[in-house]
T-cell receptor
Framework: GAGVSQSPSNKVTEKGKDVELRCDPISGHTALYWYRQSLGQGLEFLIYFQGNSAPDKSGLPSDRFSAERTGGSVSTLTIQRTQQEDSAVYLC?????????????FGEGSRLTVL | AQKVTQAQTEISVVEKEDVTLDCVYETRDTTYYLFWYKQPPSGELVFLIRRNSFDEQNEISGRYSWNFQKSTSSFNFTITASQVVDSAVYFCALSEIGSTLGRLYFGRGTQLTVWP
């Protein structure tokens, strides 16, 4: 498709398990972002990729969170030893311009529920 | 401190009414960008507008209009003659030149419900 694609759309896991969330950005978009949306914290920035490197990962809430991007395209957000407070919708966005001063295109998100 | 404040948590209007969504921001940067996004029930954030801090000209796009006032640090959004399809959560956001561009600071959002 033409838009940002995220999978899975829904994920239910047990506390302590690891999860991987995938983002397929719009083809040709060099900038990629992960955001998290939760009732308590609203929309929060997690990490920014330019190509395969992550010049800003300051929004990752703990060392249980990590992300990588390969081939300047697909990105994976990994949460290890999930906790109930990790329950949220994880949104991925991409942008054609470096740094994203232009429009960010968002995916529909991956809803994570940690039991 | 919250960089973007959307004081209205929920607004309900009847179709064809005009509605204004308020947004107040806070930044020390002289160069910054302001955004509005719409989030329908599907969950995808849809870009509506981006303004830079040097352009205070108001903008109109169909039934949508935006009023940017640096003097009051506000970037308000008005929907004229609202329609049921306008029902969504609307987010105002700020991007600062001094931090990662594309790192958006979002307000908490305003849930707009338009009744037929």
């Amino acid at each position: 498709g033409a838009g940002v694609s995220q999978s899975p759309s829904n994920k239910v896991t047990e506390k302590g398990k690891d999860v991987e969330l995938r983002c397929d950005p719009i083809s040709g978009h060099t900038a990629l972002y992960w955001y998290r949306q939760s009732l308590g914290q609203g929309l929060e920035f997690l990490i920014y990729f330019q190509g395969n490197s992550a010049p800003d990962k300051s929004g990752l809430p703990s060392d249980r969170f990590s992300a990588e991007r390969t081939g300047g395209s697909v990105s994976t957000l990994t949460i290890q030893r999930t906790q109930q407070e990790d329950s949220a919708v994880y949104l991925c966005a991409s942008s054609a311009r470096q740094g994203g001063t232009g429009e960010l295109f968002f995916g529909e998100g991956s809803r994570l529920t940690v039991l | 401190a919250q960089k973007v404040t959307q004081a209205q948590t929920e607004i309900s209007v009847v179709e064809k009414e005009d509605v204004t969504l308020d947004c107040v921001y806070e930044t020390r940067d002289t160069t910054y960008y302001l955004f509005w996004y719409k989030q329908p029930p599907s969950g995808e954030l849809v870009f509506l507008i981006r303004r830079n801090s040097f352009d205070e000209q108001n903008e109109i796009s169909g039934r949508y209009s935006w009023n940017f006032q640096k003097s009051t640090s506000s970037f308000n959004f008005t929907i004229t003659a609202s329609q049921v399809v306008d029902s969504a959560v609307y987010f105002c956001a700020l991007s600062e030149i001094g931090s990662t561009l594309g790192r958006l600071y979002f307000g908490r959002g305003t849930q707009l419900t338009v009744w037929p």
